[in-house]
């Protein structure tokens, strides 16, 4: 569904802002300022192990998230979920490497306790300057949008929820009758196409946005051609919303100016962050569990006959068939081109692996899967490629989840989308959820979702 607030980052990428390239240092440095701070506090040396630490915790902070469009009660959660994220990835990196011995635990705990205080404040410091600034009156930037149809009206509320930015939405302009244009756009259109380069020019607009459908061609060429008279930014918006957006953006391919509507959130330094994140947190954990991986493989050979390991095939990044691994949970697997979920009740899984399948202990062995490359902690997850031929006709935009590599658990399973998936209706609702993550990834997304999958292990009911 359309979000206003979050117009730019659903449509293209724009150019990093001021405020975008503010808040990418504001949080590591916050976060690491407390910790000294709080060193000094207490007497506390800077040794090595503080050094390094700084140096981990700034790596992992950097970039920030931009706060400073959300309210104060977003801000406050989105920072305390991400810094209990943060925090117990420090922590295994710290058992992991037994370098917990080096750091005071009156010192981690203040830490602990003052740094989201002290990023929700400096978020809410910026949200008033850019409130101040954003008020004065050679900071207000007037806007008109140049069709009063459906996106017309969808720019327009984007622009009158910015306000904080210093746009100030004027009116419509559309040749149309009153029957054929919104109807909270009637009281508000200011003329027809023809009378646009003359209200910019005698009322100082700064920005015009165009949305006509593409059709209307010579409309637009001829507007363009008025309005670049004057001195207002143009701004042409596509009517692309009837399709999934993902990571749209605009980019320039030898002078060619080219319009990307679909395409993977893990490239350039994305791509680099994501697998190093993988293979740094999927090395940990592989180390942690292999004691517990080696006694399920012998519990499930001894519950009945047949191999420890299942090897599945399904659809990796790009829609490459793979082979991925789980603890066998069933006396029989399907892995054909007929495959049947697994239900409740279903005779075919054996009592241990009911036990395995509903804390998704059979998951455990695709963290070798993660540091071979073919999966990801975080993603989408794999289904059967008998269920990939089968969905990818019913459910529009079904292969797009396959633009990234899948995942061990993903955003539709932390938001109740685990196990069966009986009707269609489940089936789309889990993909949209996967299209939103490949929307909106970022380090911290990620981390959450780790952090909510380790507490539906222990507590959800929903897997067979």
Not at 99 to 121: H, K, R
Not at 149 to 169: H, I, M, W
Not at 179 to 200: H, I, K, Q, T
Not at 418 to 425: L, V
């Amino acid at each position: 569904m359309f979000n206003n607030r979050n117009y730019n980052r659903t449509f293209f990428n724009a150019p990093q802002s001021v405020t975008s390239f503010i808040a990418a240092f504001l949080e590591p440095l916050v976060t690491v300022a407390s910790l000294l701070g709080t060193m000094a506090y207490y007497d506390e040396p800077v040794l090595r192990a503080s050094m390094a630490l700084c140096l981990l915790v700034f790596a992992l902070t950097f970039p920030g998230r931009n706060r400073f469009n959300d309210s104060r009660l977003e801000a406050g959660v989105d920072i305390v979920s991400s810094w209990v994220s943060m925090l117990l990835i420090l922590w295994l990196c710290g058992y992991a490497t037994n370098s917990l011995m080096f750091f005071d635990f009156t010192v981690m705990l203040s830490w602990a306790v003052v740094t989201p205080l002290l990023q929700w404040i400096a978020v809410l410091i910026g949200k008033a300057i850019l409130k101040h600034r954003a008020s004065l009156p050679n900071a207000r930037r007037r806007a008109i949008v140049v069709g009063a149809g459906p996106l017309g009206g969808k720019v327009a509320r984007a622009l009158q929820s910015n306000l904080d930015q210093g746009t100030e939405f004027v009116g419509y302009f559309d040749d149309r009758t009153d029957s054929r244009v919104l109807s909270e756009a009637v009281s508000m259109r200011l003329g027809g196409l023809r009378d646009v380069a003359n209200y910019v020019y005698a009322h100082s607009i700064h920005e015009v946005y165009i949305t006509l459908p593409l059709g209307s061609q010579p409309r637009i060429v001829e507007l363009l051609e008025a309005v670049q008279g004057t001195t207002a930014s143009l701004y042409f918006v596509p009517d692309v919303f009837g399709i999934s957006i993902i990571q749209g953006r605009l980019q320039d391919m030898n002078g060619v100016p080219v319009v990307g509507i679909c395409e993977t959130p893990f490239t350039g330094t994305n791509e680099l962050v994501k697998r190093v994140s993988d293979i740094i947190l999927g090395s940990i954990i592989v180390v942690l569990i292999s004691p517990i991986l080696l006694g399920l493989a012998i519990a499930v050979k001894l519950s009945s006959p047949g191999p420890a390991i299942f090897r599945q095939k399904r659809n990796g990044l790009d829609g490459e068939e793979i082979i991925v691994y789980k603890f066998r949970s069933m006396r029989s697997q399907d892995n054909g081109t007929v495959v049947k979920q697994a239900t409740k009740g279903d005779s075919r899984i054996t009592p241990f692996g009911a036990f395995i399948r509903r804390t998704s202990l059979d998951e455990l062995p695709q963290f070798i899967n993660v540091l071979q490359g073919r999966m990801s902690i975080v993603g989408p997850r794999p289904h059967a490629v008998a269920h990939n031929e089968e969905y990818r006709r019913l459910i529009k935009a079904y292969m797009v989840r396959h633009k990234v590599r899948p995942g061990i658990t993903g955003w539709a399973q932390v938001n109740g989308y685990r196990g069966e998936t009986e009707t269609i209706d489940k089936m789309q609702a889990r993909v949209e959820f996967d299209l939103e993550y490949l929307r909106n990834w970022s380090l911290g997304l990620d981390l959450q979702i780790i952090i909510r999958t380790i507490r539906l292990m222990i507590f959800d009911r929903n897997a067979y």
